[in-house]
Nanobody, 121 residues
Framework: QVQLVESGGGLVQAGGSLRLSCAAS????????MAWYRQAPGKQRELVAV???????NYADSVKGRFTISRGDAKNLVLLQMNSLKPEDTAVYYC???????????????WGKGTLVTVSS
């Protein structure tokens, strides 16, 4: 079992920044993927960014150049630095963990409860 706890959401004006944190605990596998997803009202959940334990990262096109995913000093911590926020970034942001390497279509194994990010215009 893996537990994920997110923090850092809130209300910010367009153009502002927020940093989300996710701490994983439990049976963490050395080869893993940690990701941030988001779900806006009335829309499907979408992948925002993924961090692989080998250092690689991938981003959704909509956030490239604005968001940065990184691992903390403790490898079970994943951060999402969000800059130049837009109203369309408003969503509940979820942290997710996968034992092994993430690949599209295979999904994640564990999910956090989510943290709300609201960007006002």
């Amino acid at each position: 079992q893996v537990q994920l706890v997110e923090s850092g959401g809130g209300l910010v004006q367009a153009g502002g920044s927020l940093r989300l944190s996710c701490a994983a605990s439990g049976s963490i596998f050395s080869i893993n993927s940690m990701a941030w997803y988001r779900q806006a009202p009335g829309k499907q959940r979408e992948l925002v960014a993924v961090s692989f334990s080998n250092g690689r990262t991938n981003y959704a096109d909509s956030v490239k150049g604005r968001f940065t995913i990184s691992r903390g000093d403790a490898k079970n911590l994943v951060l999402l630095q969000m800059n130049s926020l837009k109203p369309e970034d408003t969503a509940v942001y979820y942290c997710a963990y996968k034992r092994g390497m993430y690949a599209p279509g295979f999904g994640m194994d564990y999910w956090g409860k989510g943290t709300l990010v609201t960007v006002s215009s």
